[in-house]
């Protein structure tokens, strides 16, 4: 898998997913990642890449001339359009299948704004979306870009160690995930609850699944409405309610 990202701050990427588990999967040839710097392209003897807004208000709008320009860098001679995503608060809401949806696309373009955000017009001629990771304004697009590569990549085969390192995550199945423990058994006088030591592998999946279902509940009922859901998952649902 291929990311692309285009940014005035490409320093930033390399020292995020340089590291840990993402940098692993880059250094072993499971996902590309190339940081292209939006100033590389401007026509400014100053790399300029700003100018006012024509509507007025404060702060800069990005200009579309370099973005476009360094979106060329990756896309001429290609055989195909890569698909483009522009980070954007007015975008589609990122979440767990999004991610996955996102995994199955063997190259992706990232576009970073600043300032005010980016000239429309270069929008309309290379995303093919706009996302955003939540309800809320930062002041740039670096920090979603870096969580869209963060969980797109870690589904791509052989970045984690299995396949069950991420099935059973909170929001992959529907669901939250349910409490893990590890050792000592005992710590600040809290024990680990007894069915996960008891060598019971059906009683120990019924509990995952019930603390999960229960999370969910407490926290996150909306996902409730979504999540696929058995008819003993509804009666045990209706039942943690009403206690």
Same mark, same amino acid.
């Given at each position: 898998m291929r990311f692309d990202v285009l940014t005035l701050f490409p320093k930033m990427f390399e020292a995020v997913?340089? !590291?840990?588990?993402i940098g692993r999967a880059y250094r072993a040839g499971l996902i590309e990642m190339n940081f292209i710097d939006i100033r590389d392209f401007s026509s400014d003897k100053h790399r300029k890449t700003d100018d006012y807004p024509y509507s007025g208000g404060g702060g800069m709008l990005m200009t579309p001339?370099?973005?476009? !320009?360094?979106?060329?860098s990756i896309a001429e001679g290609l055989d195909y359009k890569p698909f483009t995503i522009y980070m954007s608060p007015k975008g589609k809401i990122f979440d767990q299948s999004e991610a996955?949806?996102?995994?199955?696309? !063997?190259?992706?373009?990232?576009?970073?704004?600043?300032?005010?955000?980016v000239d429309q017009r270069v929008i309309d001629e290379i995303a093919d979306m706009e996302l955003s990771v939540g309800d809320y304004v930062l002041t740039g697009g670096e920090i979603p870009a870096m969580a869209v590569i963060d969980a797109v990549s870690r589904l791509i085969p052989g970045v984690l160690a299995s396949e069950s390192s991420y099935e059973n995550e909170s929001h992959y199945s529907g669901l939250l995930e349910y409490p893990q423990y590890t050792r000592p058994a005992v710590w600040h006088g809290m024990s680990v609850p007894e069915v996960l030591i008891s060598g019971h592998h059906a009683n120990v999946e019924k509990w995952k699944r019930e603390q999960s279902l229960a999370a969910t509940a407490d926290r996150r009922p909306d996902m409730l409405k979504k999540a696929e859901l058995s008819d003993e998952d509804k009666k045990f649902i209706d039942e943690y309610k009403n206690k």
């Open positions: 997913l340089g !590291d840990s588990i001339q370099p973005i476009y !320009d360094a979106y060329m996955v949806r996102l995994s199955e696309i !063997d190259h992706i373009v990232l576009l970073c704004g600043h300032y005010e955000g």
